[in-house]
C-alpha cells in the first residue's frame, strides 16, 4: 500500500484537507467510472483523441462552482479536441438542473454519487472538514492519452482555480 498525502486547503478560511494527493504531472491519470444526468456511466476511454480538463467542483448549487463550469465550456466550446468534466458529488437530477442552464457543447457534468472511489484516487475528497466526503475545488488536465499536463488544488475554496495555467496545458 501507497503512503498517502494529504493536502491542506481552506473552505472560507477554515482549515480542511484531502484524502491523497492530486495525481503527478507527467503520470497517467487513474480510471473513473462517473454518472451523467441521465445515470449513464462515462469513463476516459468514452473520449478518445480528446484533451480533458476534469473540473472538480464541490457541489454545482454553488456560485464559484457554477462560474468555472460556465468558464471552462466556453473555452473547451472553440475547439473540437478538448471535453471539460465537472465532477461533484450532486446527484445526477442537481446537475441536471443546472445543465439545462449551460450549453456545453464539449462538456459533461459526471456524479461521484456511486464513484466514492474518484476521490480518493483524484485526491479530492474531503475528509477533514464539516463538507466531509464532498470534492475539494481542483483541476486536472489530461493529454489526448490520459497523462496529466497540469493539476491545481486551489488553495480555498472559495476562490475560483487558474483558468490561464490550465489552459495553457492544452497547448
Not at 102 to 123: H, I, M, Q, V, W
Request: proline share 7%.
Amino acid at each position: 500500500m501507497s503512503e498517502l498525502h494529504p493536502q491542506a486547503f481552506t473552505i472560507r478560511g477554515r482549515p480542511a484537507r484531502t484524502f491523497d494527493a492530486l495525481p503527478a504531472v507527467g503520470r497517467a491519470a487513474p480510471a473513473l467510472r462517473l454518472a451523467d444526468p441521465d445515470f449513464k456511466d462515462w469513463t476516459l476511454d468514452d473520449f478518445p483523441g480528446k484533451k480533458k480538463i476534469l473540473n472538480v467542483v464541490p457541489s454545482l448549487d454553488t456560485p464559484v462552482c457554477q462560474l468555472s463550469a460556465r468558464k471552462f465550456n466556453e473555452e473547451a466550446a472553440r475547439r473540437t479536441d478538448v471535453v471539460v468534466l465537472t465532477i461533484s458529488a450532486d446527484l445526477p437530477f442537481a446537475q441536471a438542473r443546472f445543465c439545462a442552464a449551460l450549453e456545453a457543447p464539449n462538456g459533461k457534468f459526471l456524479s461521484t454519487f456511486r464513484s466514492p472511489e474518484f476521490g480518493l484516487d483524484y485526491g479530492t475528497l474531503i475528509v477533514e472538514h464539516a463538507w466531509l466526503g464532498l470534492q475539494a475545488r481542483a483541476v486536472v488536465v489530461l493529454d489526448a492519452n490520459n497523462v496529466v499536463t497540469h493539476r491545481q488544488l486551489v488553495s480555498e475554496l472559495a476562490n475560483e482555480p487558474d483558468y490561464a495555467a490550465a489552459l495553457a496545458t492544452l497547448e
